[in-house]
């Protein structure tokens, strides 16, 4: 691993504060920095390197600025990262890359992100589009924008696989598995991988807003499929009519239906896809495809981001 990166992974992510399990907060923050290690940070972009570039950070994924803060940083940019409020101590630790300042201001001073943005040549805002949109109206610099996107993984009967992308994060990441489809879904197959990977990274803390939304789908999943539910884990079967992208934490909801009902079902959200796992069927644009069980594992040698050539968009903006 880059000595960088090796120093980081030093470091206890369970003292992160980050809501998720002592568990769960290592495994995702050691996967991070094995993601982004593979970062090549040496090839050739075209167009002008930028002086300075703004990371905005959202809360519900902790190690989200990483990889670009790592790649941004370790070709001579001068990173603001601009930390959620709930990821102190996680955005700290990435400002310990050389190169990388950390600064906090509450999401409504917008006199401290201006004067953060009139330092940059560039911003990259993770975010809700309404943020992003905000962000984009105010700011005089270049704004690339990742925002609100959602995974979608077949069902290929390998249950470890699916339970893992949904463990890491405990689901709320965009890259998780919103949904599920396939012809058929073992149900129990997945209950038992559920479980056992509740057993090796618990689950952490649940909102009560997320505790009443899973309440919720629980009684509509009761009326209108099935419901299999364990300590630290649930997993909902309903109509393919009812699907939505949901990110509860380690809820999996699954949707059997063939081929072209698949197509139908997910066409309204067709450019909201972000990951897809297996053979899901269909053209999403924006999507990065890889295999069930590495959803939320995305290499730092990827180009894309949510259809974003983030690198080279930021490179050409400075050109």
Same mark, same amino acid.
């Not at 009139?118 to 805002?125: C, G, L, W």
């Not at 949904?166 to 998780?176: K, N, Q, T």
């Not at 930021?314 to 050109?319: A, G, I, Y």
């Given at each position: 691993?880059?000595?960088?990166?090796?120093?980081?992974?030093?470091?206890?992510?369970?003292?992160?504060?980050?809501g998720?399990?002592?568990?769960?907060?290592?495994?995702?923050?050691?996967?991070?920095?094995?993601?982004?290690?593979?970062?090549?940070?040496?090839?050739?972009?075209?167009?002008?390197?930028?002086?300075?570039?703004?990371?905005?950070?959202?809360?519900?994924?902790?190690?989200?600025?990483?990889?670009?803060?790592y790649?941004?940083?370790?070709r001579?940019?001068?990173?603001?990262?601009?930390? !959620?409020?709930?990821? /102190? %101590?996680s955005?700290?630790? +990435? @400002?310990?890359?050389?190169g990388?300042? *950390?600064?906090? #201001?509450? &999401?409504?001073?917008?006199?401290?992100?201006?004067?953060?943005l009139?330092?940059?040549?560039?911003?990259?805002?993770f975010?809700?589009?309404?943020?992003?949109? !905000?962000?984009?109206? /105010? %700011?005089?610099?270049?704004i +690339? @924008?990742?925002?609100?996107?959602?995974g *979608?993984?077949? #069902?290929? &009967?390998?249950?470890?696989?699916?339970?893992?992308?949904?463990?890491?994060?405990?689901?709320?990441?965009?890259?998780?598995?919103?949904?599920?489809v396939?012809?058929?879904?073992?149900?129990? %197959?997945?209950?038992?991988?559920?479980?056992?990977?509740?057993e090796?990274?618990?689950?952490?803390?649940?909102?009560?807003?997320?505790?009443?939304?899973i309440r919720?789908?629980?009684?509509?999943?009761?009326?209108?499929?099935?419901?299999r539910e364990?300590?630290?884990?649930?997993?909902?079967?309903?109509?393919?009519?009812?699907?939505?992208?949901?990110?509860?934490?380690?809820?999996?909801?699954?949707?059997?239906?063939?081929?072209?009902?698949?197509?139908?079902?997910l066409?309204?959200?067709?450019?909201?896809?972000?990951?897809?796992?297996?053979?899901?069927?269909?053209?999403?644009?924006?999507?990065?495809?890889?295999?069930?069980?590495?959803?939320?594992?995305?290499?730092?040698?990827?180009?894309?981001?949510?259809?974003?050539?983030?690198?080279?968009a930021?490179?050409?903006?400075?050109?």
């Open positions: 691993m880059n000595p960088v990166l090796a120093r980081l992974a030093a470091l206890d992510a369970a003292e992160f504060g980050t998720l399990s002592s568990q769960n907060a290592r495994a995702c923050w050691s996967t991070a920095l094995a993601c982004a290690d593979l970062a090549d940070n040496r090839r050739p972009l075209p167009g002008t390197r930028p002086r300075a570039v703004a990371i905005i950070a959202s809360a519900n994924v902790f190690t989200a600025p990483l990889e670009w803060a790649q941004l940083a370790s001579g940019v001068h990173v603001v990262l601009k930390a !959620a409020s709930a990821q /102190r %101590a955005a700290a630790a +990435i @400002g310990r890359i050389e990388v300042e *950390v600064q906090h #201001w509450r &999401g409504g001073d917008l006199a401290a992100e201006a004067a953060a009139s330092r940059v040549d560039a911003a990259i805002v975010g809700a589009s309404s943020t992003i949109d !905000a962000i984009r109206a /105010r %700011a005089r610099c270049h +690339i @924008g990742l925002g609100p996107m959602f *979608v993984s077949f #069902w290929t &009967g390998d249950g470890g696989a699916l339970a893992r992308d949904a463990a890491l994060y405990d689901g709320r990441g965009c890259m998780s598995p919103a949904a599920v396939g012809p058929s879904i073992d149900l129990d %197959a997945l209950s038992r991988a559920m479980s056992a990977e509740e090796r990274l618990p689950r952490g803390r649940v909102s009560p807003e997320e505790a009443s939304e919720r789908l629980a009684f509509l999943a009761q009326a209108t499929g099935a419901w364990g300590p630290g884990w649930a997993v909902a079967r309903l109509p393919l009519s009812r699907l939505q992208p949901r990110g509860l934490p380690r809820v999996l909801c699954v949707y059997e239906g063939d081929h072209n009902e698949i197509i139908d079902a066409a309204p959200w067709r450019h909201q896809v972000g990951t897809v796992a297996g053979p899901v069927p269909g053209d999403y644009p924006q999507a990065r495809r890889c295999d069930p069980g590495a959803m939320q594992v995305p290499p730092g040698s990827r180009s894309f981001h949510d259809g974003i050539n983030v690198m080279e930021l490179w050409r903006r400075s050109s």
